[in-house]
């Protein structure tokens, strides 16, 4: 974020109103926080979590603590949770399994001089697992085996260019974060070349323009951009993108942090029937414990082992005993058939609450991973207002990020959801005023 969103962010955080421009007693902890935050901490809170990124007056900023799907922020309020730690909690928040495992290993010993053997376990299971992969490093950050994908590509090809698609996030390393300063424009960003997602003229076209400099594409496996509805990719566009990277001996990198593990236990590629050469893992890998993955195929296995890959905390041990327990509970809760079944209940009933009401609204992307917007809404107003709605009413859904359903969510849940969802749909439909409400 930039030093004015920044700014921007501190100020509407700050204000704390509701949208109404009323005062918003339920979250005085979270805000005296705020205060104090704001004096210590640039933007008070950064990043994707800064206040200016959901809606002040009706979201909590400070969380104290999680359980299965609900999370209690600091002033005691509880929500049904749709973004699990930001996809993290795939199979619930304090699992006993997962947590019962790791804090036993915490207790052993975590961050040791070499590797706990659970590395290989855990590398193992995940090459027995996720479809055409043969090695895999573990790293912390989602953003740490992206920037060594497509380092390892470079450094294999000895070309420089990466191509990837528009409003696509990979990170928040200089080559791919969102910070535009010029410096980085000249540098570390110079060699990215970015084309509209599924759009298979103009990625013909960049792999024309850029003949012979291309090392690689790195690709989400359906596209998730911020504030936007979600877009499944077609098989023109994935075929597409596997001919050229062979035709130009670059490599093809699906970055799978995001979905992860849920929509196909094989990788999402395998859902898509991509043929990916690499591939990135992070998010919900141990639920919630650090820990990122990057996997590749047998023709990469000589450049990642002269690659000098490191980092103080990435072979910590608990991530990865975390990681081997959650595989583990995916199968035994259900795993990807459930998170879809339950992501059809909350899809469904979204779409046709919203329709009774007299909105089009669109639930997109996978089932596991669904985001509502509004047709009718070019500028997201109705999206916070809804959001802001559902928060009001106990239910903690982004207005700008993709949601996940977690197997810790049950039908319960769901319908309790849709409840809310009832009477936060009849509270936008029933104000009149919304289009002179607009900031
Ligand atoms: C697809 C994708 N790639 C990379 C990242 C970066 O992961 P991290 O925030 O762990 O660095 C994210 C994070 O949201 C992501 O969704």
Redesign the pocket.
Known sequence: MSEMADEKSTAAGMSGKRIDGSPSPRFAVSMAYFERAAKVIPGGIYGSKSPGFLVPGHFPYYLSRAQGSRIYDADGNEFIDYLCG??SQIVGYGNPAVDGQALEQARRGDLLNQPHPAMVELAERLVGLVEDMDWAVFVK????A?TLATSIARADTGKQVIVAAEG?????ANWCSTNVFPVFMQAEQRDVRFFPYNDVQALEALFAANKGHVACVIL?PYH?PTYRPQQLPTPEFTAAAERLCRAEGAYLIV?D??ANFRLDMRGSHRFFGIHPDMV?M??ALANGYPI?VLLGTDGLRKTASSFFITGTYWMSAVPMIAALATLGEMERLGGTARLAELGRTLKEGLESLGKEAGFRARVSGPLAIPYLTFDEDSDLYLNQRFCAAMADRGVFMHPHHNWFISLAHTEEDIARTLEAAQGAFRELGSSSSLAAERP
């Open positions: 930001y996809g950050n989602g953003t740490d992206t696509a996030y990979h990170g928040a989400t998730h970055d942090i995001r990135t992070g998010k990122s």
